[in-house]
DNA sequence: AAAAATACCATACATTTGTATGGTAATATA
DNA sequence: TATATTACCATACAAATGTATGGTATTTTT
């Protein structure tokens, strides 16, 4: 019965679903109008509505900050999933969605995080394993000790990552792979994300 | 560094706890006035200020609803629990909510759906470790080879499940442990749930 | 081509909200 | 006894908030 919602509704349901989610507090219009650079409450008020009478929302007339999320019910929601990422020998990178899983709900995505899925065991001894999806946010400085997924020459990896004086060290907990040191001005290497969480979906058998 | 609370205080904070965690919106003095019968948001205002004072919540001037808590992580809240799983060997149930466990309350739960959190390390070769949550689904018939939540003689058990004749065969993945045979009509035995996901988020450094 | 939906803007307004300020009474503390 | 602290009240007020109305421009649908 739920209508689709329009690529700038989508973005302010996101951005709700993140506030409410994340801070435990939904935004009041202002905060909301700041954030997408509206000079107008009302213009919020419209979106609201809008993403309101399309069913995904729920608010108490005249109280602040009253926005309920009605797809809490929903205890699967759909995310892409960007890539697949190689713990063990570098695999390449997908440019689009190569699919979408049902993530769940208890997951904290924060916002501007996305889906990869890991082929490979380099990291079994970190506990993820082949078919696990992690989730990598791209906004955090990685500490040393942190699993990151990070770009090598066209290909991507997730490693744990050691800050030295002139170079980067990733290192796989699996001893079968060897560590890899980049240097830190390799023009090829990126660190795309930190993995903040992992999730496994058992209603398949795993591929090992 | 943190003071004691008054009676009054700590009721008020309860209630602060309850809507923050519960409806995931903070009141607004009036409504937490309209809830303790104050005539008089100044009241309240005033209730608020100790307790802040005091360290157990920070407030921003002039936002409306901003009582954030400061006892517990933003990710992790604690909530009631059932008890610990046990991978490993049974581990007794707690009659009672054991103490306050960690259980990520970002989203509601489904009421028919429910996290626990593994310890022990028998099913890690069924990728799950001490310390992931599980999530559980209690509505599910259990089918040969999937992982089920299991209530054996007052303990709670995360195995393999496999269906014999007149038995039910509980498998831990790590052979260290010793399957379980139970009798179908075993007075004590009940499957709890099957679970269908884990999740593990990595802000924290694992125990192991 | 006409109508509807979308996406903004500006202005306006009644309430809500947080925050003073000043007062009374009871209780605890020095 | 004197003095804080606690626990309420009433009144007042600026700012924040949700809502309403009317307008323009673009895109989509009919």
Known sequence: MKQD????QKNILDYLIDRIKGKGM??????????FGYKNRATVQQHLTSIEKKG?????????RSIELTL???FFVPKPVLGEVAAGNPLTI????IDTI???????????SFLLRVKGDSLKDAYIFSGDIVIVNPNLEPNNGQIVVAILDDAAV???FYKKKNEIEL???????????????????KIVGIVVGVYRSMEKKKAG
Chains 1, 2 share one sequence.
């Open 5 to 8: 919602l329009t690529k700038i």
């Open 171 to 189: 290192i796989s907990e699996n001893p079968e792979y060897e560590p890899i040191m980049i240097d830190r001005k390799h023009p090829s290497f």
């Open 56 to 64: 995904f929302i729920k608010r108490n007339a005249k109280l602040s």
């Open 158 to 160: 997730v490693k744990r």
């Open 102 to 112: 049902e993530l769940p709900t208890i997951a904290r995505m924060p916002k501007d």
């Open 72 to 74: 809490d019910e929903k």
């Open 94 to 97: 997908y440019p689009d969605a």
């Open 26 to 35: 939904p935004p009041t219009l202002a905060e909301i109008a700041r954030h």
